[in-house]
């Protein structure tokens, strides 16, 4: 097997040490569930990528290693077929492939309360927003797009300088999108024969309710279908009862989260980053407990940086007191800790993913239950979530370890049709273009049966109930 040497990232110099993993391994620190992973500096960024140059498309050095900031996708440069189907010892036909993604990487949601020592510009990104008459005869509006100012005379400031509607989509998002859709339609289009040359009534598209999702969803599918001329439903819930990005309201949810920040292990992780978030917090003006009692706004506000061309942030009363590449990986080495944890190791994990993510995976199965009993009115589905989504439907899959699902980190739940005399239909799962490695063993060719009782359990019988 080759080895690639890693931990290099683009423009700047890494100080994390070559580990010499495979860019596979990247995706899997055997020692993520300990909190001696956060503090130990010379695992760097475990060969992950978290830079980008501000436009795409980007992703990974090399290709298929762990990259925050554009995830690997299926693409024809390394998509080889599952080991039966290469072996021939059975025949295989893909017949349905249902896949998830995090949106594209984008500006961040947590402004530091302190202020942002930089712009963020996205005047070259037009977020479309209108809306007309489902009727060619009806009213067709003009394509009307975001464009975000500030007035002088306003006397609130965010915070931060700049053009950007937070979180909103960057440019490189938008083209890392379009070559993401690219990738798809050679391997599951023009190689696989599963997506159609023009969208028709066995595909089908959702998003959750944010504008982020929907923004990759018009690029990455632009992308599948270039010369495409029509318009496409992008299906949602009503936000209210949403089944993906915390739609529903269930504080179960809420007791659960506060249950498991309670743990001696979780106690443990504060306690090793307390320098660290010392530090950050009164650099940054970030001593609040939204910003200190979880790695979730530092790393989203570095990442947003370091993923779109920019530096990171550097305290606005002293502007040579600024965050180092160290710190970030740390943080971002917590961050990975803590999404192991939410969705991989903590006490009550299951029960924690029936509540948050259940009805989902409930949805999930169903559709690959229709391909099962031969009933499927569907070939292909794309459904453009987040982070939260993707974290636990891996959880529930029983992922080896789980670092934070990157931007564009997606699963593709493919089902083949096969004349093997044991299971008509096979499942694979790929993760990010690799197959899942989980406690079940390797997802690369397991019989779709199989892969339906892994993901039952996670399947609320009541959620009503356990909700209230
Ligand atoms: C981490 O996981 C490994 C393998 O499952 C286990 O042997 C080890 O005890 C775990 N460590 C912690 C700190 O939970
Ligand atoms: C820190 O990580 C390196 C690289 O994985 C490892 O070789 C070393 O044993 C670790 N040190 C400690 C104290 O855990
Ligand atoms: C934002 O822009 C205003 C007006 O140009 C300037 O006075 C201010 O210093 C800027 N703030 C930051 C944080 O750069
Ligand atoms: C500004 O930050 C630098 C780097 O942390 C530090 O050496 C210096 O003392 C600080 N200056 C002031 C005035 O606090
Ligand atoms: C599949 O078949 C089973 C058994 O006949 C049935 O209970 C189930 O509702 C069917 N599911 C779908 C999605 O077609
Ligand atoms: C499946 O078919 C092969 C080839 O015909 C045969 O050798 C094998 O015994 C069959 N297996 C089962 C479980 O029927």
Not at 35 to 58: E, K
Not at 429 to 445: E, F, N, Q, R
Request: charged content about 15%.
């Amino acid at each position: 097997m080759s080895r690639f040497s890693v931990g290099i990232a683009i423009g700047l110099a890494s100080l994390s040490p070559v580990l010499g993993l495979t860019p596979e391994e990247t995706f899997y620190p055997p020692t993520l569930n300990d909190t001696a992973y956060i503090s130990n500096s010379s695992i760097g960024t475990y060969g992950g990528t978290y830079q980008a140059p501000t436009t795409g498309p980007t992703g990974g050095t090399p290709y298929g290693a762990y990259d925050y900031c554009s995830m690997p996708h299926p693409r024809p440069q390394e998509y080889e077929l599952p080991d039966a189907l290469k072996q021939g010892h059975v025949w295989g036909k893909l017949v349905y492939l249902e896949y998830l993604q995090r949106h594209q990487r984008r500006s961040p949601y947590n402004i530091l309360p302190g202020g942002e020592n930089q712009a963020y510009e996205c005047d070259n990104v037009r977020p479309y927003l209108y809306a007309g008459v489902n009727s060619f005869s009806g009213i067709q509006p003009i394509p009307m797009y975001a464009q975000t100012y500030q007035d002088p005379t306003n006397p609130f400031t965010p915070g931060v300088n700049g053009t950007c509607q937070y979180p909103q989509i960057t440019i490189g998002g938008i083209q890392d999108g379009f070559q993401h859709g690219k990738d798809l339609w050679a391997v599951y289009g023009e190689r696989l024969g599963l997506i159609p040359r023009q969208p028709n009534e066995r595909v089908w598209f959702r998003s959750s309710e944010s504008a982020l999702t929907q923004g990759s969803a018009g690029a990455v599918l632009r992308g599948v279908w270039p010369w495409y001329q029509g318009t496409l439903p992008l299906h949602q819930m009503v936000s209210s009862v949403d089944t993906v990005n915390a739609g529903y309201s269930c504080s179960a949810v809420g007791n659960m989260l506060n249950a498991i920040k309670s743990t001696p292990e979780w106690n443990e992780h504060i306690t090793v980053t307390a320098e660290l978030r010392s530090t950050l917090g009164s650099m940054l003006g970030a001593e609040s407990g939204s910003w200190q009692s979880t790695f979730d706004h530092f790393s989203d506000n570095f990442q947003a940086r370091l993923c779109n061309g920019y530096m990171l942030p550097c305290s606005l009363t002293n502007s040579s007191n600024c965050v180092t590449m160290e710190m970030a990986e740390e943080v971002f080495r917590a961050g990975d800790w803590e999404w192991n944890y939410y969705w991989r190791t903590n006490p009550d994990v299951a029960k924690y993913i029936q509540v948050v993510e259940g009805l989902f995976i409930g949805e999930i199965v169903t559709h690959l239950q229709a391909v099962l009993n031969g009933t499927s009115s569907l070939d292909y589905t794309h459904i453009f979530v987040h982070d939260g989504d993707i974290g636990p439907v891996l959880g529930a899959l029983g992922i080896d370890a789980l670092r934070w699902p990157a931007m564009a980190s997606n699963i593709a739940f493919e089902v083949w049709e096969t004349n093997d005399n044991q299971s008509r239909y096979y499942a694979r799962v790929l993760y990010s273009g690799w197959p899942l490695k989980t406690i079940h063993g390797t997802l690369d060719w397991v019989p779709l049966a199989d892969l339906i009782n892994i993901m039952k359990p996670y399947i609320p019988k009541d959620i009503v109930s356990l909700c209230a």
